[in-house]
């Protein structure tokens, strides 16, 4: 995976290295399915040239932290549609 993690990574677009990437990737692997945290990205949507896209927001870097356990988990607010967060199961 290291020799090709760039090649996986290239079509995603996110500030993350490949290997952080692969330790999120590990994390998720290593999590039982009683204890899965499910995660989601936030962002707003954005039409660029015709094309919708979600814009990531400030608060992604809490989402990631959430994931590979430097915080607990928050669930998404509910008042957005693209709220970030995370649940257990």
């Not at 692969?22 to 660029?48: H, N, Q």
Request: charged share 25%; glycine share 12%; proline share 7%.
């Amino acid at each position: 995976l290291p020799f090709i993690g760039d090649d996986i990574a290239r079509p995603l677009a996110t500030d993350l290295s490949t290997g952080e990437l692969m330790r999120l990737g590990w994390v998720k692997f290593r999590a039982s399915d009683e204890a899965t945290l499910r995660c989601r990205l936030g962002g707003s949507p954005e039409e660029i040239d015709g094309v919708w896209y979600l814009i990531g927001s400030e608060e992604n870097v809490s989402v990631v932290d959430m994931l590979t356990g430097s915080s607990a988990p928050q669930r998404p607010s509910a008042d957005g549609l693209y709220a970030p967060g995370c649940t257990r199961g």
